[in-house]
């Protein structure tokens, strides 16, 4: 298929590298020209803004960071809808709220266009990897012309509905457990350094153990390396848990670990380090308690 990523990020990348090697025609939509120079010597091509893309497009996944900006780079002025002909598909993996998601749907469906609410989860091992996982919803339509796309970038493929904003409701779900996992992580790291515990050896027992989870597994070696790359950034977490608070609040629903860990992220970002690593929200703890962190004592 002829097919645009909007959106060479970490997962992005992974997805536009992975539909190049199963043969694909890809084209990147990319600001950034280190990274579209990389997405070049993968095999792929790559241009500076969604209206460079080509008409003859038969598909266009969006992997942007939110709603705003997915509807910039489909309906903006510099935005590609208006060159996709009748047929072509949307596929939206950008974590936005349900709300947004059906509404898309509703300005594509009036341009002829298919949309697959189509959020993913996995992190950078699993966008490199085509090992995603894609919690989706749309029409069959949608999911017939997504097929060749979801062999390439992912390892399972959760079939939701034939409605948008089902596929972003799971993904809201998982991105509240997500946000306090590693809020969570990063709390119970931060307690245990202040205690004296050796944080290296504290990340050994915790993984062989029943406080074990897949955030504190994959995000803690971070806090350990001292490396704050953002790999999914903490701002990321202000706006994915601000998903869940307000569509929480719209259905009288109340989130006490939601909104705590949202102050947390929001608390990091405020200090300075909401484009660090989401890891490093345990610099909240650290400012409240002094503690030194492992990369902090490399540095000295």
Request: proline share 5%; hydrophobic share 55%.
């Amino acid at each position: 298929m002829k097919v645009a990523v909007i959106g060479l990020g970490t997962m992005g990348m992974g997805a536009a590298q992975n539909l190049v090697r199963n043969g694909h025609e890809v084209i990147g939509v990319e600001p950034r020209e280190a990274v579209r120079a990389e997405l070049v010597a993968s095999g792929g091509a790559a241009v500076v803004r969604a209206a460079d893309l080509p008409a003859e497009l038969e598909a266009v996944v969006v992997f942007v960071v939110n709603a705003a900006q997915t509807t910039d780079v489909l309906f903006g002025p510099a935005g590609c809808a208006g060159l996709l002909q009748p047929g072509a598909l949307v596929m939206c993996c950008t974590t936005v709220a349900p709300e947004f998601a059906r509404s898309l749907a509703v300005q594509l469906e009036a341009r002829g266009l298919l949309l697959l609410d189509a959020p993913v989860s996995g992190g950078a091992t699993a966008a490199r990897g085509g090992t995603m996982t894609v919690m989706a919803s749309g029409p069959e339509a949608a999911f017939a012309k997504a097929q060749p796309l979801l062999d390439a970038v992912a390892g399972k493929v959760w079939r939701l509905g034939d409605a948008a904003g089902v596929g972003s409701t799971v993904k809201m779900v998982n991105q509240l457990l997500a946000g306090v996992h590693i809020a969570t992580a990063a709390e119970a790291m931060a307690l245990g350094i202040r205690a004296g515990a050796d944080p290296q050896t504290l990340y050994d027992v915790i993984t062989t153990s029943a406080g074990n989870s897949w955030m504190f597994q994959n995000r803690v070696p971070h806090i350990l390396a001292g490396d704050d790359t953002p790999l999914s950034a903490v701002n990321i977490f202000v706006k994915d848990l601000g998903i869940v608070l307000d569509q929480a609040r719209a259905l009288t629903f109340p989130l006490p670990m939601a909104a705590a860990a949202h102050q947390l992220f929001l608390a990091a970002a405020a200090a300075g380090h909401g484009a660090k690593d989401d890891a490093f929200v345990i610099r909240v703890w650290q400012a409240l308690a002094g503690i030194s962190l492992p990369g902090d004592a490399k540095d000295e």
